[in-house]
């Protein structure tokens, strides 16, 4: 189901001073897919999945869940969160731990009167689902982190909503566990073909997970786009920055040639993915540290060739990140761990035009 939010604005007043936690969003997320918002803490995206929820009410705009406008201030609409057809999952478990596996997963239904073995059926049908078949009556509080945030998963799923939504539900697993149920997650929402808003403040979370990703900042959608465009091709300085590590450098442009722009730099002249820039203007030169080829060798010099000095090295496992001085400029640069280079080394590099990414200043 499709959601479309139009216009959306929200206010908190906390101690005498009005905060702005959403302003003016608009947005539309599209049907049976994973749709992530993506932000730093702070940045309204907790606010924005609880106007979608119906669990706070929005100072202006419209949202509507598929055919059916759930919110309008103007035309005086408001659906509630119980006939808005949502599931939801928290950052805390949010499972009661007096209450066994079956009857956290059971509660949705009956709360809603179903009928005794119709819920046997689902909640049967839903532990198998998310691998956990037998812990029917297994208390709760004798789960592992990760298995009690799949109690939650089929709490949410149990109920067969049109939308799932997420806020931040790895944020309390250890890394690894963390890095485990993400990608089972994504390999359940991808069985179940239906509508996830998935919240959260980890890119790499937001880019192994999503379809698309909303960036967030300061209660406004910044940009939005799949993972790789978010990645590679940010139109954002901030995005470009917020989505991983970066090097970001200073750059005037100079010219556009054969389906490329080229800038003036610390770095020398570079040329540079096209972007639509007024020549003579100011942009930012954003490389991402694994695009930092180093030259071995002389014949090999594809792209812009830039000289520097290693500054430092640090050996972390399948690489080394190295800091390269280039004039006043120090570039993180990820390096083969089989490269024979010292600190203080001078080196070349060079960097594809295709890898350097021109984002407005
Ligand atoms: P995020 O989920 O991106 O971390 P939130 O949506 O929780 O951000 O918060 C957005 C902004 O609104 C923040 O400045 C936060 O402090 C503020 N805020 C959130 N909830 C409340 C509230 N109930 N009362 C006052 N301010 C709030
Ligand atoms: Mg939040």
């Known amino acids: 189901m499709e959601i479309r939010i139009r216009g959306v604005s929200k206010y908190y007043y906390s101690e005498g001073k009005t905060i702005k936690a959403l302003d003016d969003v608009n947005l539309v997320i599209p049907a049976n897919r994973i749709f992530t918002l993506l932000g ?9 999945l609880r106007c979608i929820v119906g669990l706070e009410l929005p100072d202006t705009g419209e949202i509507s869940i598929g055919d059916e406008l759930v919110w309008s201030k103007d035309k005086n609409i408001c659906v509630p969160p119980e006939r808005r057809g949502l599931g939801m999952v928290f950052q805390t478990y ?66 067969e909503p049109k939308v799932i939504l997420f806020d931040e539900p790895l944020s309390n697993l250890d890394a690894k566990l963390r890095e485990e149920t993400r990608k089972e997650l994504r390999a359940f929402l991808g ?34 786009g799949t ?51 007024p020549v003579g203007g100011e942009a930012t030169l954003c490389i991402r540290p694994e695009f930092i080829r180093i030259v071995r060798g002389e014949a090999e010099a594809h792209g812009n060739l830039v000289n520097g000095r290693i500054e430092s090295l640090v050996f972390v496992g399948e690489a080394y990140e190295a800091e390269i001085r280039v004039g006043e400029e120090r570039l993180l640069a990820k390096i083969d761990p089989e490269a024979k280079l010292r600190e203080g080394d001078a080196v070349s590099f060079t960097l594809a035009p295709a890898h350097c990414l021109l984002v407005a200043i």
């Open 40 to 48: 730093p803490s702070g940045s309204g995206k907790t606010t924005l």
């Open 227 to 277: 993972p790789q465009k978010i990645y590679f091709d940010a139109d954002h300085r901030f995005v470009a920055d917020f989505i991983g590590r970066a090097n970001l450098v200073k750059a005037t442009v100079r010219a556009e040639e054969g389906g490329y722009t080229v800038v003036d730099s610390t770095l020398g002249r570079i040329v540079c993915q096209q972007r639509d820039l």
């Open 94 to 159: 949010a499972i009661w731990p007096h209450m066994n596996v079956f009857d956290n997963v059971a509660y949705p239904l009956q709360v809603r009167d179903v009928a005794k073995d119709v819920i046997r059926e689902r909640v049967a049908q839903t532990l198998r689902f998310v691998r956990l078949e037998g812990f029917e009556r297994r208390p709760a509080t004798k789960l592992s982190g990760g298995q009690q945030q799949r109690v939650a998963l089929a709490r949410a799923l149990v109920a």
């Open 191 to 224: 069985k179940l073909q239906i509508t996830a808003v998935y919240v959260t403040h980890d890119r790499v979370e937001a880019l192994a997970l999503s379809d698309s990703i909303a960036v967030m900042r300061a209660g406004q959608i910044i940009e939005t």
